[in-house]
């Protein structure tokens, strides 16, 4: 992002692991990880019941069966999370609610602005220590399971499971073609 908007943000997560996304609907789902990634959703101040509370409140004002927002939307969803939390806050400090309300959303809307493009933070990828390294050597494998695999590691498919018959025969009982010499040099 050359410049870090609210739209363009809105965009990119909207498009987020959605090949088929043009980026103008943002589902829940997208949503929540926006919010996780700016450190928005932190599990003590906003949570993640919050801000579905919000997205559905939003929704249910759509027609029925709609199950993502446009970016028009996106103003009113803020507006419900920091009057959602807002009132939680304002009770505790003893202040008044517009205040902290106005300020959650402030924060909320920076927080947002600031965070990069989506990303696949905290993933998790495939160990590769000492039992796994040595179940998974193809060069190591013996007897049957040697033939499903070729000489880099690759698997074979279907043909290193299973032996395919040569169905070519000029008479239906002769099957295999080209055997019958190597049959009678055999018997030679």
């Known amino acids: 992002m050359a410049e870090n908007t609210l739209h363009n943000g809105f965009t ?9 996304a043009t980026g103008k609907l943002m589902n829940s789902k997208n949503f929540d990880k926006w919010l996780k990634d700016a450190k928005v959703q932190d599990g003590k101040r906003i949570k993640s019941t919050d801000t579905d ?3 559905t409140k939003i ?6 069966g709609t199950k993502a927002i446009e970016f028009k939307d996106l103003e009113a969803v803020l507006d419900e999370i920091a009057s959602h939390v807002g009132k939680t806050e304002a009770k505790k400090k003893g202040v008044a609610e517009d205040g902290v309300k106005t300020e959650l959303k402030s924060y909320i809307k920076t927080k947002l602005q600031d965070c990069s493009q989506p990303g696949l933070k905290g993933t ?14 193809t060069s190591k494998y013996t007897g049957s399971h040697k033939e499903r695999f070729d000489a880099e590691g690759k698997g074979k498919g279907k043909a290193g499971r299973v032996e395919e018959k040569n169905e070519s025969g000029y008479v239906a009982a002769y099957k295999e073609e080209g055997t019958f010499d190597k049959k009678v040099a055999e018997d030679d």
Not at 12 to 20: I, T
């Open 59 to 64: 929704l249910g004002k759509k027609p029925k």
């Open 53 to 55: 509370i919000a997205f």
């Open 124 to 137: 998790t990828s495939a160990a590769k220590t000492g039992a796994v390294n040595r179940l998974t050597d």
């Open 12 to 20: 990119a997560y909207a498009k987020f692991g959605d090949s088929k």
